[in-house]
């Protein structure tokens, strides 16, 4: 687990859930290829995300295998048995899975200071925060539409659990202001145009926001925060891109231009973003 400081200049913290693919000691155990260990994580979102302004950065450092941390302590699939592959393959060898001792262990060792980390790092934040968890994804087949043509991943996914489109209260609450949410993402439609990249940006597509946005919420989860000695006003986010902007979807090869390009863009929406909405909840 690593925590970079920012300069900042912008009240958010970046949290990164599934950056590494790390798997210590129990690679020995793994029956993944190498190259479907490092497509089992959020390949290279460390180098993505766009941390220079921000208050601060956490970012993982153990492969989802170890315990994935975008999902809740009791989860079921807190340490899932199979990659997203299609088909699905096992992250194990036969019989070398983790037993029940290992993963407590792992609990503590690794998942329990990851958050940690970020609740830190939410007490010393500004009063008003905004929690950005930042994910990425391959070029994936996502849908069927009524034609029955697939529907595929879009360059990003904004996430809030809101109703799609709208990003307004739907069957549960919010993470973030949905007028924000809508900001950001026509902000940041304009500023990958701008930088020469897809910008086809959807609100709450088939992703809406993981673990980390709902525990990190000051309109859906105060209660706990304070119990966590959280004072601040937090509002949380998730971001989910696609890896086709930014990395070859055989080899894996990043591109590093356009990772950069990705990044300052997404910066300088959130930049205008807090300029023009803010972080209070109208």
């Known amino acids: 687990m690593i925590v970079i400081a920012g300069s900042g200049k912008y009240p958010v913290i970046y949290t990164v859930e599934h950056a590494s693919a790390n798997l210590h000691r129990f690679a020995e155990r793994c029956a993944l290829s190498p190259n479907d260990v490092r497509r089992f994580s959020d390949y290279d979102t460390e180098l993505t995300v766009p941390s220079t302004n ?80 930042w994910h990425n994804t391959a070029n994936k087949q996502l849908a069927i539409n009524d034609d029955g043509k697939p529907v595929m991943m879009p360059s990003i996914i904004l996430s809030n659990r809101g109703l799609p489109d709208t990003a307004e209260i739907g069957d549960e609450l919010v993470t973030c202001n949905p007028e924000l949410l809508r900001s950001l993402g026509f902000e940041l439609s304009k500023q990958l145009g701008l930088a020469g990249l897809a910008s086809d940006v959807c609100l709450n597509y088939v992703f809406k926001g993981g673990y980390a946005t709902q525990r990190y919420s000051s309109l859906r989860n105060s209660g706990e925060l304070k119990s966590l000695g959280i004072g601040n006003f937090v509002q949380s986010l998730q971001v989910e891109y696609n890896t086709r902007l930014t990395n070859d979807q055989k080899s894996l090869e ?23 909405v803010g972080l209070d909840v109208r």
Do not use: C
């Open 54 to 133: 921000a208050t601060a950065t956490v970012i993982s450092g153990h492969s989802r295998a170890l315990g994935d941390a975008n999902r809740p302590p009791n989860n079921e699939e807190l340490f899932p048995l199979q990659d997203f592959g299609k088909p699905r393959n096992n992250v194990w060898l036969p019989g070398r899975e983790l037993t029940k001792s290992e993963q407590r262990v792992l609990r503590k060792k690794y998942y329990n200071p990851y958050h940690d980390a970020i609740i830190s790092q939410l007490k010393e934040a500004p009063a008003k925060v905004l929690l950005v968890s």
């Open 254 to 276: 990043p591109n590093l231009m356009a990772m950069r390009a990705l990044s300052s863009a997404f910066e300088k929406a959130l930049a205008i973003t807090l300029e023009v």
